[in-house]
Antibody, heavy 114, light 112 residues
Framework: EVQVVESGGGVVQPGGSLRLSCAASGFSISDQWMSWVRRAPGKGLEFVAKIKQDGSAQYYVDSVKGRFTISRDNAKNSLYMQMNSLRAEDTAVYYCTTSGGAFWGQGTLVTVSS | DVVLTQSPFSLPVTLGQPASISCRSS???????????LNWFQQRPGQSPRRLIYKVSNRGSGVPDRFSGSGSGTDFTLRISRVEAEDVALYYC?????????FGQGTKLEIK
């Protein structure tokens, strides 16, 4: 059975940091581009970052460039995102997914608020 | 960035009747590798997105055959042949051809 489980969300003050983790089972992430997608309250879905199978290439949406870093550990079948200099507009549910969108986690809520 | 424009914004449908959602792209979604990376997702309240259709017209695993996708270039359509109560959800198109990958703004399907 395929499972994708995100963790690491929470409440953080503006300017703070969080590290999101995503543990996959039932399939190997080493075959897949992997992505983080978010949905802010009352808004639609937005791709945040994606990373190549071997970690050699990463892409970011402009609004998070220089602040977020996506990484992976294929041996642990896990995906990560280090989020620094967080802003109120980063408040969202963050989903881990394969880049084609076949498998999704349940999401982890990040709230940036003072 | 590629802008995907869905219509309608809201879609009231009678149970058992067909439904159709349009997705228009600001640029061609044909990739140089010969594929067109246009997918459709369903998101029910409180749930994660679920992929219905990938690469324009391929149904995802376990997706009922009442869902179908078509289109090419910049114009795409999701069709539901007979709407059921469980189809109440937000529907999104998504392009994976160009970075940043982008979603349409969503279409809310409701039962009339």
């Amino acid at each position: 059975e395929v499972q994708v489980v995100e963790s690491g969300g929470g409440v953080v003050q503006p300017g703070g940091s969080l590290r999101l983790s995503c543990a996959a089972s039932g399939f190997s992430i080493s075959d897949q581009w992997m992505s983080w997608v978010r949905r802010a309250p009352g808004k639609g879905l937005e791709f945040v970052a994606k990373i190549k199978q071997d970690g050699s290439a990463q892409y970011y949406v402009d609004s998070v460039k220089g602040r977020f870093t996506i990484s992976r550990d294929n041996a642990k079948n896990s995906l990560y995102m280090q989020m620094n200099s967080l802003r109120a507009e980063d408040t969202a549910v963050y989903y881990c997914t394969t880049s084609g969108g076949a498998f999704w986690g349940q999401g982890t809520l990040v709230t940036v608020s003072s | 960035d590629v802008v995907l424009t869905q219509s309608p914004f809201s879609l009231p449908v009678t149970l058992g009747q067909p439904a159709s959602i349009s997705c228009r792209s600001s640029q061609s979604l044909a990739h140089s590798d010969g594929n067109t990376y246009l997918n459709w997702f369903q998101q029910r309240p409180g749930q994660s997105p679920r992929r219905l259709i990938y690469k324009v017209s391929n149904r995802g695993s376990g997706v009922p055959d009442r869902f179908s996708g078509s289109g090419s270039g910049t114009d795409f359509t999701l069709r539901i042949s007979r709407v059921e109560a469980e189809d109440v959800a937000l529907y999104y198109c998504m392009q994976g051809t160009l970075w940043p990958h982008t979603f349409g703004q969503g279409t809310k399907l409701e039962i009339k």
